[in-house]
């Protein structure tokens, strides 16, 4: 069957009527704008992808009683993916009452006023006044997911650490391996560059980590966590990693938070699972401090009952939207994209930014699916069309699912827009829809290279799935609750696609890969990176992947490179493109969590959703 045929026969089905269509329309074009061009043959896969097709789904339109347009599909040969359906079902919708939050809200923020008053008093104490004693006392209230609530007095304290290092280039505190790699761990993760030489004085005459290291167990584990903060050629903090590592490992008994870190470091953990996992380790130090606990357990719990009542709207308008029934095909995951957003800002003044996310998150993903796994390469071709053109009245050029689905994403960002435009910022919207149009086009790439079995080479394909991931889109919108912070040469910034934002996809495209390769293989997808790189370079599965992920390294040594030295955007900028890195390096460690959320990512959400922790 022609394109110009099944084209027109698309139209037919999803309008009632057929547009005729010349051979020389765009449509029917086997070169023009978004056409099925054929690739040289040299590069096309000598195998066929499981699940591919070549029929076309006859959609019908059905009227039911009450007069709604339903959408009924005939029997034909789609690929399906077999999504589980989702974990939670409606279990968050309870939470849209205000009657099952267990805290009093009014007592609560009261002795949260109160207990953030002492903390302070503390800060400013000469109790606190020694440079390592207080280095630890930020890096427990960091930890605990309070430094919120005191920027100010931890800007300054580390402001005038870093003066001090740059006038005297030493401090009282160096001979101490512990509070050398804290110090240098908090200076370079609040945007400070401090040389890696600091680390010189624990090296032997050959120029090794002295071995007498070993015995210092709470000193390897601070400068293990401070080497993941390194770049490019910093050769001191990559023998520092191994050579903490290993010794580390080697522990005959190791303590929780050493067993914790091996398999995953602060710096790269979802800050929000950070902060519950520490609350329970800290209570358990015997020197641990009080006050600072009651304000963590208390902060924990209150916020917890906002983000409940957020996942709780977010979940209704899933519900409503009715895709279980109409796009049956469609990744229910209402409540892991939630979460990914959570993890990228936790704090209460975010919150309708955190909803907004949430649903252009879910709505990404049933646009995911429809490219990856359900829509035909002619069906693609008119969607991609349509969000190109921003259009409403493009949905009655589309098939009765897919009208469903791009009403429903038009809907989403009229939302947006109206926000915007209450705040006297339309202009923002722009910017958010060209990154879903850049994303849709790159969408329809990787389709055509499964319906010509093409593999690309990994260059090829990692300029287009850096894309497709939608870090980009999803970078942008989250910028919504940032009016003061946020100008129009930000957005303008992070449409170019500069290198932190490329280095963050990078993470996640290569370590989704890794985890879901095989899965998307079995079930019909475009080749992976792993294909990619077998195919171009000739090696093992193994090989491939070992070689992917030091390049997941050398992207995060780029993330932390840009982190310390980047000038176009403010740090609350950086710092939501830095948190995305982190919830992907959660999310693809022991596999792809987020699509098959009966995994670990249902303990998580549980801990961070669910269950409130124990005052």
């Not at 894309?467 to 449409?495: A, C, D, K, N, R």
Request: proline content about 3%.
């Amino acid at each position: 069957m022609t394109s110009c045929v099944v084209n027109a026969q698309m139209t037919f089905y999803a309008t009632g009527r057929i547009q005729k269509q010349s051979r020389s329309s765009p449509t029917c074009s086997p070169r023009g704008p978004g056409s099925v061009a054929q690739l040289p043959a040299q590069r096309r896969c000598s195998n066929n992808f499981p699940g591919s097709h070549d029929k076309v789904l006859v959609i019908q339109r059905a009227q039911d009683s009450s007069k709604e347009a339903e959408v009924t599909y005939a029997s034909a040969a789609r690929r399906s993916a077999d999504y589980h359906p989702s974990v939670w079902g409606d279990y968050f919708l309870k939470y849209a009452s205000q009657d099952t939050t267990p805290v009093d809200d009014d007592k609560a923020v009261q002795q949260i006023q109160e207990l953030k008053s002492e903390v302070k008093r503390m800060l400013a104490s000469e109790d606190y006044s020694r440079p390592a004693k207080k280095l630890n006392l930020i890096d427990q209230i960091q930890r605990l997911g309070i430094a919120y609530h005191f920027d100010r007095e931890i800007k300054d304290f580390l402001e005038d650490i870093y003066a001090s290092i740059r006038r005297n280039g030493a401090t009282e505190d160096e001979d101490d391996l512990h509070t050398t790699a804290l110090r240098f761990r908090l200076l370079r993760q609040h945007g400070y560059w401090i040389s890696s030489r600091v680390f010189d004085k624990f090296k032997g005459r050959e120029g090794n980590f002295d071995a007498s290291l070993v015995n210092d167990v709470r000193g390897l584990l601070s400068l293990y966590e401070a080497s993941h903060c390194s770049t490019r050629g910093e050769e001191t903090l990559d023998e520092a990693l191994s050579f903490c590592f290993t010794h580390l490992k080697s522990m005959e008994e190791k303590p929780v938070i050493v067993a914790h870190a091996l398999k995953q470091c602060i710096h790269r953990e979802m800050p929000r699972l950070e902060v519950r996992r520490y609350i329970e380790t800290y209570q358990c130090i015997d020197s641990h401090n009080e006050v600072f606990l009651s304000l963590a357990k208390l902060d924990f719990n209150l916020t917890q009952q906002l983000h409940q009542r957020e996942v709780a709207e977010t979940s209704w308008w899933w519900k409503d939207l009715d895709f279980k029934r109409q796009l049956p095909f469609v990744r229910d995951r209402i409540a892991e994209c939630y979460l990914w957003n959570l993890s990228v800002y936790f704090e209460p003044e975010y919150s309708l930014a955190r909803k907004f996310v949430t649903k252009v998150m879910a709505m990404v993903t049933a646009v995911d699916d429809i490219y990856d796994s359900y829509g035909t390469i002619e069906e693609l071709e008119l969607f991609t069309r349509a969000v190109d053109r921003w259009d409403i009245n493009a949905a009655d050029e589309l098939p009765g699912y897919m009208q469903v689905c791009y009403t429903a994403l038009l809907d989403v960002y009229s939302g947006i827009g109206d926000m915007l435009a209450e705040q006297g910022r339309s202009y923002y919207l722009y910017y958010m829809k060209e990154a879903v149009k850049i994303m849709v086009r790159f969408y329809f790439q990787e389709a055509k290279w499964f319906h010509q079995q093409y593999i690309p080479t990994v260059e090829e394909y990692m300029e287009v799935a850096v894309v497709t991931l939608g870090y980009q889109m999803l970078i942008i919108v989250s910028l919504l609750g940032m009016p003061e912070i946020t100008t129009e040469e930000t957005f303008q910034w992070l449409l170019s696609n500069p290198k932190i934002v490329r280095a963050s996809a990078v993470t996640c495209r290569l370590m989704d890969d890794i985890a879901s390769h095989k899965f998307e293989q079995a079930r019909g997808h475009v080749a992976s990176v792993v294909e990619c790189y077998m195919k171009q370079y000739g090696v093992t599965e193994p090989e491939a992947e070992n070689e992917l992920k030091k390049r997941v390294e050398d992207a995060w040594k780029d993330i932390n490179e840009e982190w310390l030295h980047l000038t176009e955007a403010p740090p609350h900028v950086l710092m939501r493109i830095v948190n995305y890195a982190r919830v992907v390096d959660v999310m693809y460690k022991d596999g792809d969590c987020f699509t098959n959320s009966q995994t670990k990512l249902k303990d998580i959400i549980a801990s961070l959703l669910l269950d409130p922790v124990p005052v």
